[in-house]
């Protein structure tokens, strides 16, 4: 069921659908819910799927301002407080599991597990530098105008204050920092990532309970290169405690 819920002034839309324990997709930047269309969307067969757009994304409204991951992590904590009313797993997907780590930093007790796939916790993790306007397809342009409410063109303005964002270093935590997340954790990339491969590592070895994983021939859309496995891997994560292992040595 698609709704909307105003959230700390900004009028939010989101999805909610399937049963169970409740589960937040968070999108990657300057795309929008759709993004999980043949991949993580099946995991309502399974829980309490709740799938937001976060401001200036998708039909959700841009109050203006900065975009910031911290700006967007106090919109996720709002959303989980006056929407989910309940612990949740958080999932999230390139800038979307960066405002999932900062909302498990700064509100453990709002997140029960936490799953992040292509993400950093600093902006010298990213190989890749921070889109400008002429660097966005064309596609991404049209499929944004079919649904915001702030009119055709909109987007190049996202583009550039999340740029902006970038340029400010708003992305510099330090790996002590990461200990603050208290919940079981899957760190997900692909091996040819747009996050380097020794960035996820750090990510994986910083955080007090975490779990890797490597999808082999992937690169930053793995969702959309390897979905059966992806989603695969999320379902299992959450669907269960960890099967034990038989010759562990960091988690011995």
Do not use: K
């Not at 040819?192 to 020794?198: H, I, N, P, T």
């Amino acid at each position: 069921m698609q709704r909307y819920v105003e959230l700390d002034g900004v009028r939010t839309w989101y999805d909610e659908r399937g049963a169970g324990d409740p589960v937040v997709l968070l999108h990657g930047a300057i795309v929008d819910s759709r993004c999980f269309a043949g991949n993580l969307d099946a995991l309502d067969g399974g829980f309490r799927l709740y799938v937001p757009e976060r401001r200036g994304h998708g039909h959700t409204a841009d109050p203006g301002g900065p975009l910031s991951p911290q700006v967007m992590a106090r919109d996720t904590v709002a959303f989980l407080r006056d929407v989910v009313g309940a612990p949740a797993a958080l999932v999230g997907y390139s800038a979307g599991a960066v405002v999932a780590l900062l909302t498990a930093i700064a509100r453990p007790d709002l997140v029960s597990r936490l799953v992040l796939i292509s993400g950093a916790f600093h902006q010298d993790g990213v190989l890749s530098p921070p889109a400008g306007p002429a660097d966005i397809p064309q596609i991404i342009y049209d499929q944004h105008a079919e649904v915001t409410p702030e009119g055709p063109g909109h987007l190049v303005s996202v583009i550039e204050r999340i740029a902006a964002s970038s340029d400010a270093g708003d992305l510099a935590l330090a790996a002590a920092d990461l200990s603050a997340v208290t919940c079981r954790t899957l760190v997900m990339a692909g091996d040819d990532d747009a996050v380097s491969l020794d960035h996820v590592l750090r990510l994986y070895r910083a955080l007090p309970d975490a779990e890797l994983a490597v999808v082999p021939n992937a690169s930053h859309t793995l969702l959309i290169e390897h979905p059966q496995l992806c989603t695969g891997l999320v379902t299992t994560f959450l669907s269960g405690p960890p099967a034990p292992t038989h010759m562990p040595i960091r988690r011995a």
